[in-house]
């Protein structure tokens, strides 16, 4: 009886730890495992080029950018990437795109990662306004740093993450025609595009109330840097007043190829939004691709294989519109 | 069918629901901060 009972509880045993060592393990592999296999990632020397961190392009505490210099520099001319951070415009820093830079860097493009003001404590003054006119304003300076140490751009992509891609988006939508070279094409993923109370239900701004209408009209008052008010919505001049934080409002048969990848279920911004924007491109045939995840939130997390799919779809778009020559 | 194949076939059985469990619980826990699916990702 006692050995049979003792068989039993170690049993018992084995079976709680063979629980525990492979729910462990599980959960190991889904967080170290790249679906990508490394394809985006690369191992960074100088064989693969140099970096030169915290470069300046204003009078800001922020107004700083990283430049990636690809080991080659006996080609005439170079295709500059840029990548904006995310960060809910509040948060982030050009150093956590490090891996991407080095990965285009890898591909023979000049990379550059801009850092902006953020909105937080310190700033309460910065807004997606002001962000995306630092961004303008650094593009000369990041061309003439990259001239300098021998690397002439003569044209550029842009794109980002989230504030990122909207940030990205302004600049390729809205100020496109003042780029000291040709913007080529511009990616990212789940960037605000318009701000339409309707749209915004991730934060119940849908729902016609007065509370709803002013809690809108606050946030995107802040956004855009100017006052809004509620009775604004649904005007003309609401339109005006968002224009220059509303990627949607600048696209036209100019607008440069685009690709984008949303979350169906993103709770940080409207997917909503997106609707728009691929109708707007769709519209006025604009190249581009809409990769909607179907599964996925704000941080496309569920949908490997769609996520997979916008990095092929980044690395296509590179080669179509700015090849390595 | 003996006793220790019935104890194989537990053990196999545990050892693919704790690997399952392993990948949903990380699913769930990117849900929560990241806005997924996981109750209509309302958690933020």
Same mark, same amino acid.
């Given at each position: 009886?006692?050995?049979?009972?003792?068989?039993?509880?170690?049993?018992?045993?084995?079976?709680?730890?063979?629980?525990?060592?492979?729910?462990?393990? &599980?959960?190991?592999?889904?967080?170290?495992?790249?679906? $990508?296999?490394?394809?985006?990632?690369?191992?960074?020397?100088?064989?693969?080029?140099?970096?030169?961190?915290?470069?300046?392009?204003?009078?800001?505490? !922020?107004?700083?950018?990283?430049?990636?210099?690809? *080991?080659?520099?006996?080609?005439?001319?170079?295709?500059?990437?840029?990548?904006?951070?995310?960060?809910?415009?509040?948060?982030?820093?050009?150093?956590?795109?490090?891996?991407?830079?080095?990965?285009?860097?890898?591909?023979?493009?000049?990379?550059? &990662?801009?850092? +902006?003001?953020?909105?937080?404590?310190?700033? =309460?003054?910065?807004?997606?306004?002001?962000?995306?006119?630092?961004?303008?304003? $650094?593009?000369?300076?990041?061309?003439?740093?990259?001239?300098?140490?021998?690397?002439?751009?003569?044209?550029?992509?842009?794109?980002?993450?989230?504030?990122?891609?909207?940030?990205?988006?302004?600049? *390729?939508?809205?100020?496109? !025609?003042?780029?000291?070279? =040709?913007?080529?094409?511009?990616?990212?993923?789940?960037?605000?595009? &318009?701000?339409?109370?309707?749209?915004?239900?991730?934060?119940?701004?849908?729902?016609?109330?007065?509370?709803?209408?002013?809690?809108?009209?606050?946030?995107?008052?802040?956004?855009?840097?100017?006052?809004?008010?509620?009775?604004?919505?649904?005007? =003309?001049?609401?339109?005006?007043?968002?224009?220059?934080? $509303?990627?949607?409002?600048?696209?036209?048969?100019?607008?440069?190829?685009?690709?984008? *990848?949303?979350?169906?279920?993103?709770?940080?911004?409207?997917?909503?939004?997106?609707?728009?924007?691929?109708? *707007?491109?769709?519209?006025?045939?604009?190249?581009?691709?809409?990769?909607?995840?179907?599964?996925?939130?704000?941080?496309?997390?569920?949908? +490997?294989?769609?996520?997979?799919?916008?990095?092929?779809?980044?690395?296509?778009?590179?080669?179509?519109?700015?090849?390595?020559? | 069918?003996?006793?220790?194949?019935?104890?194989?076939?537990?053990?196999?059985?545990?050892?693919?629901?704790?690997?399952?469990?392993?990948?949903?619980?990380?699913?769930?826990?990117?849900?929560?901060?990241?806005?997924?699916?996981?109750?209509?990702?309302?958690?933020?």
């Amino acid at each position: 009886m006692k050995t049979k009972g003792t068989h039993k509880m170690l049993w018992g045993l084995i079976y709680v730890i063979t629980f525990v060592v492979v729910f462990a393990v &599980s959960v190991l592999l889904k967080l170290t495992i790249d679906p $990508s296999g490394g394809k985006y990632s690369v191992e960074w020397s100088d064989a693969i080029g140099t970096v030169h961190t915290d470069l300046v392009y204003g009078e800001k505490d !922020a107004n700083k950018f990283d430049l990636y210099l690809p *080991a080659d520099n006996s080609r005439d001319t170079y295709g500059l990437v840029v990548y904006l951070h995310p960060g809910g415009f509040t948060s982030g820093d050009k150093s956590g795109d490090a891996e991407m830079m080095q990965w285009l860097c890898s591909k023979g493009y000049v990379g550059a &990662s801009i850092n +902006y003001t953020l909105r937080d404590e310190a700033h =309460p003054e910065a807004s997606v306004y002001s962000q995306s006119m630092e961004i303008k304003e $650094s593009m000369p300076f990041v061309i003439a740093e990259a001239e300098k140490l021998g690397y002439k751009i003569n044209e550029m992509s842009i794109g980002g993450g989230s504030a990122g891609h909207c940030l990205a988006m302004l600049y *390729a939508y809205r100020d496109a !025609a003042d780029a000291p070279v =040709p913007v080529r094409m511009v990616f990212g993923a789940v960037g605000p595009s &318009s701000f339409y109370p309707e749209d915004w239900k991730c934060y119940g701004l849908d729902k016609d109330t007065e509370e709803s209408k002013a809690g809108a009209a606050e946030l995107f008052g802040v956004m855009a840097g100017k006052k809004i008010t509620s009775d604004m919505f649904g005007t =003309p001049e609401y339109d005006e007043a968002v224009k220059d934080i $509303s990627a949607l409002l600048w696209v036209d048969e100019n607008t440069v190829p685009s690709l984008m *990848a949303y979350g169906k279920h993103d709770r940080i911004q409207p997917y909503e939004a997106s609707i728009r924007l691929d109708a *707007a491109l769709t519209k006025y045939g604009v190249p581009h691709d809409y990769i909607v995840m179907e599964h996925s939130g704000h941080g496309l997390q569920n949908d +490997y294989k769609q996520y997979a799919l916008y990095m092929e779809k980044m690395e296509e778009y590179l080669d179509i519109y700015m090849p390595v020559k | 069918m003996s006793i220790m194949t019935k104890r194989v076939i537990i053990l196999a059985v545990i050892a693919i629901v704790a690997f399952v469990l392993g990948r949903l619980a990380v699913r769930a826990f990117l849900n929560l901060l990241l806005g997924g699916t996981l109750f209509g990702g309302n958690f933020l």
